[in-house]
């Protein structure tokens, strides 16, 4: 395990000859306390302590809107597309890095998505630690997402005058030796990096009225009936922003666009939502999601207990964009404590 320092007064050198080398991407302001992802050219332009993006960086790993294959019906061809950019990924946190190792073990597990694979390929990711909550939706704790967990390059956590970072990968030996800007560090900053993970494990607590092993039990085949889901169809409005700001949502749906000549086109994939309506709809009109409650129950239970069962981790990684866009005001930490209150789970 290597560990070196980078000066604070030597971060914005640091952007700026990343973004020499290769497009940057980080996270910047876009006022109201509203932040997104996007491309930078210097350190001035990122803002370090920042609650989650809008999006979350998934933008970049599976695109909102992403063309798959070109057909030509004339000459009777179909060329597969595969996009992808390279680019460096700054100052993402220990919940979104955990929404990519999510989306990792989907699109890995078979049939293998070799778009997905070969784009997270070309991506470099540096991660940055959340020293505090970042507000009060955030339920990282419970979901042990609040302390690094792999998935990185390179890991910097604050500390007085410096960043202290971890080099986790081959990827990252190479940004080191390319900026030339970091330093050895010393035991006193590795104290302080044991502080600082201390302190965490002090303040942050788990969020619910669950503990973080119960609660793939805690959606058993009786929270399935629960009355929950019926405060949750009077209340939801099934606008998709919950699955669309999810770091580890991923459906979509598959589009064929034919030109005006009526003889060339494409064939893309988009973002879909399990909340909308026709998600779940079929020919003859038969819906087996027909109502918003039904929606709501199943997002939860695709967050805390399929995954569970099949891939041994919740993909619900704590981040809190679901409760922060709702625009229903419905929030994750309250329904999980209404099931465990309604069974009279005991912590």
């Not at 932040?35 to 370090?48: D, N, R, W």
């Not at 992808?84 to 990519?100: P, Q, S």
């Not at 607590?205 to 009786?222: A, C, G, S």
């Amino acid at each position: 395990m290597r560990y070196l320092l980078l000066k604070k007064a030597n971060f914005d050198d640091f952007i700026s000859s990343l973004a020499q080398i290769e497009k940057v991407v980080a996270p910047v302001s876009r006022g109201y306390n509203s932040f997104s992802f996007a491309e930078v050219k210097s350190g001035k332009e990122i803002t370090l302590k920042y609650i989650p993006t809008v999006l979350p960086p998934k933008k970049y790993f599976m695109p909102q809107r992403e063309k798959l294959t070109e057909f030509n019906k004339a000459e009777n061809s179909v060329e597969a597309i595969l996009e992808y950019e390279k680019m460096v990924i700054f100052g993402v946190h220990t919940c979104d890095l955990a929404g990519i190792q999510c989306l990792n073990i989907v699109f890995s597990d078979k049939p293998k998505d070799i778009n997905y694979l070969v784009r997270k390929n070309k991506l470099v990711i540096i991660g940055l630690e959340c020293n505090d909550y970042c507000d009060q939706y955030a339920s990282c704790k419970v979901v042990d997402n609040h302390l690094p967990n792999g998935g990185y390059d390179l890991f910097f956590t604050e500390l007085d005058d410096s960043f202290i970072v971890h080099v986790n990968t081959g990827l990252g030996e190479e940004i080191v030796e390319k900026t030339r800007l970091f330093i050895p560090n010393d035991q006193e900053h590795l104290n302080k990096l044991e502080a600082i993970r201390a302190r965490k494990r002090e303040i942050f607590k788990e969020e619910v009225n669950v503990k973080h092993k119960d609660l793939v039990t805690l959606f058993n085949d009786k929270a399935f009936e629960s009355k929950v889901w019926e405060d949750l169809d009077k209340r939801c409005v099934a606008c998709g922003n919950c699955t669309a700001v999810c770091p580890t949502c991923y459906c979509f749906d598959i589009l064929d666009n034919i030109n005006l000549d009526l003889n060339t086109g494409d064939r893309t994939r988009r973002w879909d939502s399990c909340q909308t309506e026709p998600f779940a709809k079929v020919a003859g009109g038969e819906n087996f999601r027909k109502t918003r409650g039904m929606r709501q129950r199943h997002r939860y239970f695709r967050k805390f207990r399929y995954p569970a069962e099949r891939y041994s981790r919740y993909f619900c990684t704590g981040c809190g964009r679901c409760t922060r866009t709702c625009m229903a005001k419905i929030s994750l930490k309250e329904t999980v404590n209404a099931l465990a209150a309604e069974q009279k789970y005991k912590k």
